[in-house]
């Protein structure tokens, strides 16, 4: 609530909602608690643990009323449950380095990442938690390609618990009219007269499969289909919110029975959990009103681990939640697998399809690879038009897109040499690149930075973030940097996007390197002069699945750039040039 103490009974009676304007208290009582809450200690929340807030402040996470104690976080990890046995998959906590500025019995401000004020906390709780054993736990894998795991890795190892006083909500410009609180959402479905409602989850655009899937789903129960998608945080490389909103509006506007459907925006941090995740989506959507919900094959997947295997079996979270839908309230509508028949023109389930049918379908991959990265609008039989070319207008041809080249090697290995052949090579090809070498970087941005792993990670996450906006805007970026350690590189894609991140490993002997070394540094660090020295006394922890490994003995500068052009090329990240004649 606003400038109200939250119980855990005042959620489980009614989930605050109402008008986001209404705050519940004079506005002179709310004003004393914001210059109250102005002197105090405070602590910058990530994006992260402000999706969480706000659903914690609006009751889409009862009957939670805070962040998780140390009881509730630690049977919410073994057992799936809060202390008090109430079903609740996936631990909210808000973890804290242990030099925070938090004390027991004592209150602190939370603040967004704009500094801006939303709540004061009562420290009732610290305790330390272990990445692994969350990570082993709900996501089931220590594995960093899953993108959760990697962010666990920067997150304080100290969680916060206490009583909340929410005084603001975070700030949405986009989308007002779309973003229902809990309450808000119960009372529009109930004005659309139909007891049973069906939920969507999505943090994709819909296709018509999708399509046809969610209107049987609302026939079906004879009810309503709230289509919910998730714009807080999903995947890295998803669709932004933005365009995605943007689709289904034009989908309800124009090919939904007008009273049978409903669309609100969720601000979810996903956790890409799988099996835990759809439970705990269909807890959420449960506060919504909502008795049933839809769950499709890989489910809130991460997708593919290092291995190359998907993390989650295809019906790990369908047969989760059928077992638990009784008790939470929300009956599984399981999501079938559907194909277009040509010689039909309408969508049928695969396990109805009699034998030798004439059937197409698009995979994910081609929809990415053969339409909107070749500047080709998807078929009408796939897409509705009005989608098809909203999508085509925020995805550009992929010879437009970004794409981050992240060289990584041992000092010497030849990851500047390469990437400076590299970047002259790209011109030809009318494409110009920003190329953020390792040292020219520490000069400036970096500049103060140590070697020690704390600053290392740090100069290397500054080269990611700065990387990714440049990639987000369309720009070809090239990163030479030794990037010793697997995990903030794995980050560092993240950051920038699965389909936009080439890693080149430039595997180089470490006898090499010293034998380049021309400013002597390997020497120094061999009689002790220099500590920490990646490859002497720091490890250097090789890619296990880089996209590119170059050989600089058996191969020159020259030879290993135009190996890239070709990579870059294949992908379709350059356009292939024209062969000139002159016969």
């Given at each position: 609530?606003?400038?109200?103490?939250?119980?855990?009974?005042?959620?489980?009676?009614?989930?605050?909602?109402?008008?986001?304007?209404?705050?519940?208290?004079?506005?002179?009582?709310?004003?004393?608690?914001?210059?109250?809450?102005?002197?105090?200690?405070?602590?910058?929340?990530?994006?992260?643990?402000?999706?969480?807030?706000?659903?914690?402040?609006?009751?889409?996470?009862?009957?939670?009323?805070?962040?998780?104690?140390?009881?509730?976080?630690?049977?919410?990890?073994?057992?799936?449950?809060?202390?008090?046995?109430?079903?609740?998959?996936?631990?909210?906590?808000?973890?804290?380095?242990?030099?925070?500025?938090?004390?027991?019995?004592?209150?602190?401000?939370?603040?967004?990442?704009?500094?801006?004020?939303?709540?004061?906390?009562?420290?009732?709780?610290?305790?330390?938690?272990?990445?692994?054993?969350?990570?082993?736990?709900?996501?089931?894998?220590?594995?960093?390609?899953?993108?959760?795991?990697?962010?666990?890795?920067?997150?304080?190892?100290?969680?916060?618990?206490?009583?909340?006083?929410?005084?603001?909500?975070?700030?949405?410009?986009d989308f007002q009219e779309l973003r229902l609180t809990p309450e808000q959402t119960r009372r529009a479905l109930e004005r659309l007269g139909h007891p049973n409602v069906v939920a969507f989850q999505t943090r994709n655009p819909l296709h018509r499969v999708h399509e046809e899937l969610t209107k049987r789903a609302a026939a079906e129960i004879d009810g309503t289909l709230l289509l919910h998608p998730s714009v807080g945080m999903t995947k890295p490389g998803d669709v932004d919110h933005y365009t995605r909103v943007r689709t289904y509006r034009a989908l309800i506007n124009n090919?939904?029975?007008?009273?049978?459907?409903?669309?609100?925006?969720?601000?979810?941090?996903?956790?890409?959990?799988?099996?835990?995740?759809?439970?705990?989506?269909?807890?959420?959507?449960?506060?919504?009103?909502?008795?049933?919900?839809?769950?499709?094959?890989?489910?809130?997947?991460?997708?593919?681990?290092?291995?190359g295997k998907p993390f989650y079996g295809p019906y790990d979270a369908q047969e989760l939640l059928e077992r638990h839908s009784e008790e939470i309230g929300v009956r599984l509508v399981p999501f079938h697998e559907f194909v277009y028949l040509p010689d039909e023109n309408r969508y049928e389930q695969v396990s109805k399809i009699q034998p030798g049918t004439r059937t197409a379908s698009i995979s994910g991959t081609q929809v990415r690879d053969d339409y909107l990265n070749q500047g080709r609008l998807l078929p009408a039989w796939f897409t509705r038009p009005e989608v098809a070319?909203?999508?085509?207008?925020?995805?550009?041809?992929?010879?437009?897109?970004?794409?981050?080249?992240?060289?990584?090697?041992?000092?010497?290995?030849?990851?500047?040499?390469?990437?400076?052949?590299?970047?002259?090579?790209?011109?030809?090809?009318?494409?110009?690149?920003?190329?953020?070498?390792?040292?020219?970087?520490?000069?400036?941005?970096?500049?103060?930075?140590?070697?020690?792993?704390?600053?290392?990670?740090?100069?290397?996450?500054?080269?990611?973030?700065?990387?990714?906006?440049?990639?987000?805007?369309?720009?070809?970026?090239?990163?030479?940097?030794?990037?010793?350690?697997?995990?903030?590189?794995?980050?560092?894609?993240?950051?920038?996007?699965?389909?936009?991140?080439?890693?080149?490993?430039?595997?180089?002997?470490?006898?090499?390197?010293?034998?380049?070394?021309?400013?002597?540094?390997?020497?120094?660090?061999?009689?002790?002069?220099?500590?920490?020295?990646?490859?002497?006394?720091?490890?250097?922890?090789?890619?296990?699945?880089?996209?590119?490994?170059?050989?600089?003995?058996?191969?020159?500068?020259?030879?290993?750039?135009?190996?890239?052009?070709?990579?870059?090329?294949?992908?379709?990240?350059?356009?292939?040039?024209?062969?000139?004649?002159?016969?």
């Amino acid at each position: 609530m606003f400038g109200v103490s939250m119980t855990r009974s005042d959620f489980l009676i009614s989930p605050y909602g109402g008008s986001l304007v209404d705050l519940r208290v004079p506005s002179e009582a709310l004003a004393a608690r914001r210059d109250y809450a102005y002197k105090l200690p405070s602590i910058q929340l990530s994006h992260r643990a402000v999706c969480d807030l706000e659903l914690l402040a609006t009751g889409a996470f009862s009957p939670l009323d805070r962040f998780m104690g140390q009881a509730d976080f630690q049977r919410v990890i073994d057992e799936m449950r809060l202390a008090d046995g109430t079903l609740f998959p996936i631990p909210i906590t808000l973890p804290v380095p242990p030099d925070a500025n938090s004390h027991l019995d004592s209150d602190i401000a939370l603040r967004d990442e704009q500094n801006n004020l939303l709540a004061i906390m009562t420290i009732e709780e610290i305790y330390p938690w272990d990445r692994d054993e969350v990570a082993r736990k709900v996501l089931g894998t220590l594995d960093i390609r899953h993108p959760l795991v990697v962010e666990m890795a920067r997150w304080g190892r100290m969680n916060l618990s206490g009583s909340l006083e929410v005084l603001a909500l975070p700030r949405h410009y986009d989308f007002q009219e779309l973003r229902l609180t809990p309450e808000q959402t119960r009372r529009a479905l109930e004005r659309l007269g139909h007891p049973n409602v069906v939920a969507f989850q999505t943090r994709n655009p819909l296709h018509r499969v999708h399509e046809e899937l969610t209107k049987r789903a609302a026939a079906e129960i004879d009810g309503t289909l709230l289509l919910h998608p998730s714009v807080g945080m999903t995947k890295p490389g998803d669709v932004d919110h933005y365009t995605r909103v943007r689709t289904y509006r034009a989908l309800i506007n124009n090919y939904y029975e007008r009273g049978r459907v409903m669309l609100s925006l969720l601000p979810l941090a996903m956790r890409m959990a799988g099996p835990r995740e759809a439970l705990w989506h269909a807890i959420i959507r449960r506060n919504h009103g909502v008795n049933h919900f839809i769950v499709g094959r890989d489910h809130a997947s991460p997708g593919l681990d290092s291995t190359g295997k998907p993390f989650y079996g295809p019906y790990d979270a369908q047969e989760l939640l059928e077992r638990h839908s009784e008790e939470i309230g929300v009956r599984l509508v399981p999501f079938h697998e559907f194909v277009y028949l040509p010689d039909e023109n309408r969508y049928e389930q695969v396990s109805k399809i009699q034998p030798g049918t004439r059937t197409a379908s698009i995979s994910g991959t081609q929809v990415r690879d053969d339409y909107l990265n070749q500047g080709r609008l998807l078929p009408a039989w796939f897409t509705r038009p009005e989608v098809a070319e909203i999508l085509a207008e925020a995805y550009p041809p992929r010879h437009r897109q970004g794409v981050c080249v992240w060289f990584t090697g041992l000092s010497g290995s030849g990851k500047s040499t390469t990437a400076e052949v590299l970047e002259l090579l790209l011109l030809e090809y009318g494409r110009r690149a920003t190329v953020l070498d390792g040292d020219v970087v520490r000069t400036h941005l970096s500049k103060g930075l140590g070697f020690s792993k704390e600053d290392r990670d740090t100069n290397i996450r500054r080269i990611g973030y700065v990387a990714a906006e440049l990639a987000r805007q369309g720009g070809l970026v090239i990163c030479a940097a030794v990037s010793p350690y697997r995990t903030i590189r794995e980050e560092v894609r993240s950051m920038v996007g699965e389909d936009q991140f080439v890693e080149v490993f430039v595997n180089t002997p470490l006898d090499e390197c010293e034998r380049r070394d021309t400013k002597g540094m390997y020497a120094k660090a061999r009689r002790g002069e220099i500590k920490a020295f990646t490859g002497i006394d720091d490890p250097y922890e090789a890619p296990l699945n880089a996209e590119i490994v170059l050989d600089t003995l058996a191969n020159t500068p020259e030879s290993n750039a135009r190996r890239i052009i070709d990579y870059l090329a294949s992908a379709g990240f350059l356009r292939m040039l024209e062969q000139v004649s002159f016969v």
